[in-house]
């Protein structure tokens, strides 16, 4: 069987790069996540209470942490696409920056490991 041929520093510092330059391509970020609500009123007669019930909604929310207190925030629908657009650019960065972390784990145990057969 073949051994896998390993990474040079070379190749990592290239790919470490390239996740760099990705990063710089990410547009703006928010946490967070937004969901459709649907409610129902405290009207008797309404749809929302008939056999079966059609709720009001959907009406687009917003949740997140500030400041370690639970945020909610009712949002438009042409907000909520904005907003989910800015959180998978939130989730697309995080995932770079793990991509990158490991990256730079390799690179810098290759370093290590040729400083030390010095």
């Known amino acids: 069987m073949a051994r896998a041929k ?15 330059e990705q990063i710089t ?4 970020i928010r946490s967070g996540s ?4 649907f409610n ?6 309404c749809r929302c209470h ?11 929310q917003w949740t997140a942490k500030v ?10 629908s042409q907000q909520a696409e904005r907003y989910q657009e800015w959180i998978g650019n939130g989730r697309k ?5 793990d991509e990158l972390r490991t990256v730079a784990e390799a690179a ?11």
């Open 50 to 60: 008939a056999d079966p019930p059609q709720p009001h909604g959907p009406y687009w």
């Open 40 to 45: 129902y009123c405290g009207k008797p007669n």
């Open 93 to 97: 960065l995080r995932a770079l920056i």
């Open 67 to 76: 400041d370690g207190k639970t945020v909610n925030r009712r949002l438009t």
């Open 34 to 37: 937004v969901a459709p609500r």
């Open 108 to 118: 810098t145990n290759l370093i290590l490991e040729a400083e030390a057969k010095v």
């Open 25 to 28: 391509e990410v547009g703006f």
């Open 6 to 20: 390993r990474p040079t520093l070379d190749e990592y510092e290239r790919r470490y790069r390239a996740l760099l």
